[in-house]
C-alpha cells in the first residue's frame, strides 16, 4: 500500500484528494494547520489507512517510516484568504514548499506541488498556455499568492533538477464543488447561499471578466493522473470552458429557482480579465479532460449547499 502525505489535506481541495487516495488504496497522512481548512472535511475519513496531524508545514516536518508520495496542497487559496493572511501566504508558499520538498528528499518520494493558474496574473496571451511566463504584479495585494505559487514552482524544479527529486506541478484552474468553504471570497460560495436564500447576487465590477469553471472530480482525476506519469514541467488542469463572472450568476440563479437580483460592487485589484486554460498537454500526456459539465457540477454543488443548511 503506498504511503501518502497530503499538506493542507482539510481543505477544499486537499480533503478531496485525500478521500480519493484512500479509494485508491493509499495510506494517507493528511497535515494541515486549520488556518483555512476544516477538521470536518475529513472526519469521514477517520481510521485505519488514514491519520491527521494538525502541523505548520512552514515549521521542520518530521515523519517515521517511508512516504512515497507528498501532494503539497497547503496554503490559502481563496482571495479573502491569502488578503487576510498576506505573511502566512507567502511563507507557506517558500518556506512550507521548502520543507515539504526537503522531506520528499529525504524520503526519495514523488512531489507534486499544487500550483494555479495565478501565477499568469493577468494575462496578455489567452487561453493561457504551460509556456506563457505570465502578467504579474509583485507588488499589488494579490501578488502575495501569485508571487508564492511562482516561487514556489521555481524551487520545486531546483529541486528536480539539482537533487534529482521526482516533481510534479499542477497548475489548477478555477475549481468548484462540495467543501467550498462559504464566504471565502470566491463567487460560486457567495452566489449559492445566496441565491438559495433569495438574497442579492453580489458581483465585482460589471461582471464581464472570465473564468474557467471545473468540478472538483474532474480536476482530482487530472492531479491523480500527473502524479503518476513521468511529466515533470507544469501542467494547466481545469476545464476550459470559458463563461463571465455575471452568466455564472445567472445560471446558478436558474438552477436554484431563486428571485434573487444581481448587484454589483467595485472590482478587487489587479482581478484578472479572463481566464482559460489550454489543456493540450493534459490531453496529449495524461489523456485527461474534464467529464463534468459545469451545469452538472453546479447541480451536484448546490445540493451539497442545501444539506449544510437544512444541517445547520
Not at 515533470?232 to 436558474?254: A, F, K, R, Y
Request: glycine content about 8%; charged content about 20%.
Amino acid at each position: 500500500m503506498p504511503r501518502t502525505l497530503v499538506t493542507g489535506g482539510a481543505g477544499f481541495l486537499g480533503s478531496s484528494l485525500c478521500e480519493d487516495l484512500r479509494k485508491r488504496d493509499h495510506e494517507v497522512i493528511c497535515m494541515d494547520n486549520l488556518s483555512t481548512g476544516d477538521i470536518r472535511n475529513i472526519e469521514h475519513l477517520q481510521g485505519e489507512g488514514f491519520s491527521f496531524i494538525k502541523h505548520d508545514v512552514t515549521e521542520y516536518i518530521f515523519l517515521a517510516g517511508s512516504i512515497d508520495y507528498i501532494l503539497h496542497f497547503a496554503s490559502p487559496a481563496s482571495p479573502l484568504d491569502y488578503l487576510q493572511l498576506p505573511i502566512q501566504t507567502l511563507k507557506v508558499g517558500a518556506l512550507g514548499t521548502h520543507k515539504a520538498l526537503g522531506l520528499a528528499k529525504e524520503k526519495k518520494a514523488t512531489f507534486l506541488l499544487a500550483s494555479t493558474s495565478e501565477v499568469y496574473g493577468d494575462p496578455l496571451i489567452h487561453p493561457q498556455r504551460e509556456d506563457y511566463w505570465g502578467n504579474v504584479n509583485p507588488i499589488g495585494p494579490r501578488g502575495v499568492y501569485e508571487e508564492a505559487k511562482r516561487f514556489a514552482e521555481a524551487l520545486t524544479m531546483a529541486y528536480h533538477r539539482y537533487h534529482g527529486v521526482d516533481t510534479k506541478i499542477v497548475r489548477i484552474f478555477n475549481t468548484f464543488g462540495p467543501r467550498m468553504r462559504i464566504g471565502d471570497g470566491r463567487a460560486i460560495p457567495a452566489f449559492i447561499p445566496q441565491s438559495l436564500a433569495n438574497e442579492p447576487l453580489t458581483v465585482f465590477g460589471d461582471g464581464n471578466q472570465t473564468r474557467s469553471f471545473c468540478y472538483v472530480d474532474d480536476l482530482i482525476e487530472g492531479i491523480y493522473r500527473l502524479l503518476m506519469s513521468d511529466q515533470n514541467d507544469p501542467v494547466n488542469i481545469g476545464n476550459p470552458h470559458e463563461m463571465t463572472i455575471l452568466e455564472m450568476g445567472q445560471l446558478i440563479i436558474q438552477l436554484t429557482g431563486s428571485s434573487s437580483k444581481i448587484i454589483h460592487d467595485p472590482l478587487p485589484v489587479d482581478d484578472p480579465k479572463v481566464r482559460q486554460p489550454d489543456i493540450s498537454l493534459a490531453k496529449g500526456i495524461l489523456g485527461w479532460e474534464p467529464k463534468f459539465s459545469v451545469e452538472e457540477g453546479l447541480k451536484l454543488t448546490i445540493k451539497w449547499f442545501e444539506s449544510i443548511q437544512n444541517s445547520s
